[in-house]
Antibody, heavy 127, light 111 residues
Framework: QVQLVESGGGVVQPGRSLGLSCVVS????????MQWVRQAPGKGLEWVAL????????NYRDSVKGRFTISRDNSKNTLSLQMNSLTPEDTALYYC????????????????????WGQGTRVTVSS | QSVLTQPPSVSGAPGQRVTISCTGS?????????VHWYQHVPGTAPKLLIY???NRPSGVPARFSGSRSGASASLAITGLQAEDEADYYC???????????FGGGTKLTVL
């Protein structure tokens, strides 16, 4: 069955960096766009970043542009999120998720639904 | 304030029907972008309930249904069960912001 397993979360000081990973199995990873979504304590779901099936197109929410980088290694079935210059506002549970649309990119992916999600990895930014 | 507006909470007794609204604008739902719905128990993986406004993924009970009209969408849950207690989110795309959006979420309480 489809599995997405996030890792890499932890406690980090403001201004520092952290890298998250999401290892997937049970589907053809290289055929689907992938995203990161987060949920801050007591808040709702918030989209963070999306990458196309082939890794050629990335999209970010404004508040993380220039600080976060989404990437993928289709040979290793792994999605990554490199987070730099972290602030307390980045404190959240981070989820990776798979699009339900094959071969999507950019706005097409952003319009699609996400049919499989991981359990999340927690990031706490605090001094 | 979310661009997609949902009621903060709804409630119903077991067996009853509840609806959750998602109100957008002419740059998202109103212009025809699809709406998707998720069920989320905090700390667990969100679950896709409805995609493309009205479609249920395999395994989602027929008690869950979606609709879209104008700049709004709705999720209906019939035959309410205790296990339905969760947060529910709508999702769509906004062409003005060029971004994906989630609604603010609605907490469903089964009385």
């Amino acid at each position: 069955q489809v599995q997405l397993v996030e890792s890499g979360g932890g406690v980090v000081q403001p201004g520092r960096s952290l890298g998250l990973s999401c290892v997937v199995s049970g589907f053809s990873f290289s055929d689907y766009g992938m995203q990161w979504v987060r949920q801050a304590p007591g808040k709702g779901l918030e989209w963070v970043a999306l990458i196309s099936f082939d890794g050629r197109k990335e999209n970010y929410r404004d508040s993380v542009k220039g600080r976060f980088t989404i990437s993928r290694d289709n040979s290793k079935n792994t999605l990554s999120l490199q987070m730099n210059s972290l602030t307390p506002e980045d404190t959240a549970l981070y989820y990776c998720a798979k699009t339900n649309l094959k071969y999507c990119s950019g706005s097409t992916c952003l319009q699609s639904a996400f049919d499989n999600w991981g359990q999340g990895t927690r990031v706490t930014v605090s001094s | 304030q979310s661009v997609l507006t949902q009621p903060p909470s709804v409630s119903g007794a077991p067996g009853q029907r509840v609806t959750i609204s998602c109100t957008g604008s002419s740059s998202n739902i109103g212009v025809g972008y699809d709406v998707h719905w998720y069920q989320h128990v905090p700390g667990t993986a969100p679950k896709l309930l409805i995609y493309d406004n009205t479609n249920r993924p395999s395994g989602v009970p027929a008690r869950f249904s979606g609709s879209r009209s104008g700049a709004s969408a709705s999720l209906a849950i019939t035959g309410l069960q205790a296990e339905d207690e969760a947060d529910y989110y709508c999702q769509s795309y906004d062409s003005g912001l060029s971004t994906m959006l989630f609604g603010g979420g609605t907490k469903l309480t089964v009385l």
